[in-house]
């Protein structure tokens, strides 16, 4: 990229809501072009997702209830960054809280903003493999509604053309780990 870029110059920030995982804030900005616009932004602290990977090969997912679309998603792993949190401590805790399996090998995939056009949340992206499936797992956290789903890439890979409810994170994590997974 040759030109250079000028940022939107910061009039005043607003916080509308402080909350347990995010806070709502409107920003008025002036643009490079001298017009002035409020802008909504979600904060976030940003995620992590496991695609865990059976020693087998099959993959495994959760089936999750969520309010925001009022269904159940086909989902893997994942769980908020605690502020000052590791993200890959982060995942290490909800695999095993959300599926009951650990992992003794961990493959950092990359990060990528989840939906840019309202928030500044990251989803850190990890493989997991060498599972072990846990004596006795940690409790779900108790406003989760998780079933355990195992499938091999090719059936989630037909899922996700099929239309069916698979969430964005993870179906972009899953191409992301495409190239490790085998069958």
């Known amino acids: 990229m040759s030109e250079s870029y000028e940022p939107p110059q910061l009039l005043k920030q607003n916080l509308l809501y402080r909350g347990r995982k995010f806070n709502f804030e ?6 490079p072009n001298r017009a002035e616009g409020d802008w909504e932004c979600i904060r976030h602290p940003g995620g992590s997702l496991a695609i865990p990977v059976t020693s087998e090969g099959k993959l495994v997912l959760v089936r999750q209830y969520r309010f925001s679309v009022q269904r159940r998603l086909l989902e893997f792993p994942a769980g908020t ?16 809280e959300e599926t009951g399996y650990t992992a003794q090998t961990w493959k950092p995939l990359g990060r990528f903003p989840i939906a840019p056009g309202y928030s500044d949340e990251y989803i850190y992206a990890f493989l997991a493999q060498d599972l072990e499936k846990l004596e006795h797992p940690p409790a779900q956290d108790i406003d989760e509604d998780i079933e355990v789903v195992l499938m091999t890439p090719e059936q989630l890979e037909q899922a996700i053309l099929m239309g069916d409810a698979v969430d964005g994170k993870s179906i972009s994590s ?3 780990a495409r190239s490790f997974l085998t069958s």
């Open 26 to 31: 409107v920003n008025r900005l002036r643009l």
């Open 81 to 96: 960054v605690e502020v000052g949190e590791d993200p890959e401590k982060t995942i290490r805790r909800e695999i095993e």
């Open 174 to 176: 899953f191409f992301l």
